[in-house]
């Protein structure tokens, strides 16, 4: 089914205290109210700084919102027991952009795949596991990934940083998760290596029914592969659109990002409060623009946008 909602998420509302200030804390995210489609790409872009990664480990259950609901499956995963969300985790994997910061440096990589798998100590299908089904579990998602055997005994700095995002992908498959979050999981890598675990990724979709909500400041990849794009400025969402029509009538914040051709520009600094956060950046700012914050509403079938002169 086309529609189905795996992840529901209204009014999410996250701030950090301000180290370095006396003042109330940086509001991370304000107000994300948003869909997640079961089997769809979602594609996450914004400037650094823009909420990306705190709106990800969110979604991971990594961290709890100040305000909202993250619904999984129908299930809040913010008021969940912690035992609850233990097994709800199996379902919902993040893969980072720095694979050798999330690997255990003393693990070999058939002990960081095999992880998952002695914690819950079930593979994919629920089926109880013993010491030598996990190691076969663990060599068959190497082969899966693309990890030749005699890597087993390997730690992660004896791995290229291609080889090390393949450890990470293993690793999040292992339970056969239905929601993976991928945190610009290609920037780290050299450019031909991106495309293969790219290629990795969206066959792993495809093969496992995979929903993938990833961040990514390529625009090359929103146009080939995702399926629907979420632009963030400043903690709010300032457009989500079909990625067929991304870049067609696009929010002026978007075409900024699009004439940059970087979807993750560097922090601008001054706000433009009351009105619309992006005002003092946007040529077509007028008064309203300045006195008034647009609201995200619907411009057309599967294209929202927060901005007057969309509407
Ligand atoms: N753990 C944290 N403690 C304090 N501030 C944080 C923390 N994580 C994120 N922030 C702040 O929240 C805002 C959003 O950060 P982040 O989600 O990392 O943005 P992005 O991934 O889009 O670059 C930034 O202002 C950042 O400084
Ligand atoms: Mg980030």
Redesign the pocket.
């Known amino acids: 089914m086309r529609d189905e909602i795996l992840l529901s998420i209204s009014d999410l509302c996250k701030s950090y205290l301000d180290a370095g200030s006396k003042k109330d804390g940086v509001m991370a995210l304000d107000g994300i109210t948003l869909d997640v489609r079961r089997g769809e790409t979602l594609a996450i872009i914004g400037e650094?700084g823009a909420g990306?990664?705190t709106l990800l480990r969110l979604m991971a259950a990594l961290e709890r919102p100040d305000s909202g609901k993250i619904l999984f499956q129908g299930k809040d995963l913010c008021t969940m027991r912690r035992e609850e969300l233990r097994r709800e985790r199996r379902e919902f994997q993040m893969i980072f952009q720095n694979s050798s910061a999330s690997l255990d440096p003393l693990m070999s990589v058939e002990r960081i795949i095999r992880e998952p798998l002695e914690i819950h100590n079930e593979d994919a299908e629920g089926k109880r596991l013993s010491r030598k089904a996990m190691n076969e579990t663990a060599s068959a998602l190497m082969a899966k990934v693309g990890l030749s055997p005699d890597m087993r005994k390997r730690r992660p700095k004896e791995l290229s940083g291609g080889e090390r995002q393949r450890v990470a992908i293993a690793r999040a498959i292992a339970l056969g998760p239905k929601l993976i979050l991928a945190?610009?999981p290609l920037s780290s890598l050299d450019v031909p290596v991106q495309a293969q675990i790219l290629n990795l990724l969206l066959t792993l979709k495809r093969e496992m029914d995979l929903t993938l909500v990833m961040?990514t400041h390529n625009l090359g990849i929103i146009r080939a592969f995702a399926s629907r794009v979420l632009v963030l400025y400043r903690g709010r969402m300032v457009e989500l659109v079909s990625a067929e029509r991304f870049g067609e009538n696009a929010h002026p914040y978007t075409r900024s990002l699009i004439l940059a051709d970087n979807a993750t520009m560097d922090e601008s600094d001054s706000d433009c409060k009351p009105g619309c956060p992006f005002a003092c950046h946007c040529p077509g700012c007028d008064e309203r623009c300045k006195r008034e914050c647009p609201p995200f509403s619907e411009i057309e079938n599967d294209h929202m946008a927060s901005c007057w002169h969309m509407m």
């Open positions: 650094s990306k990664s945190d610009e961040i």
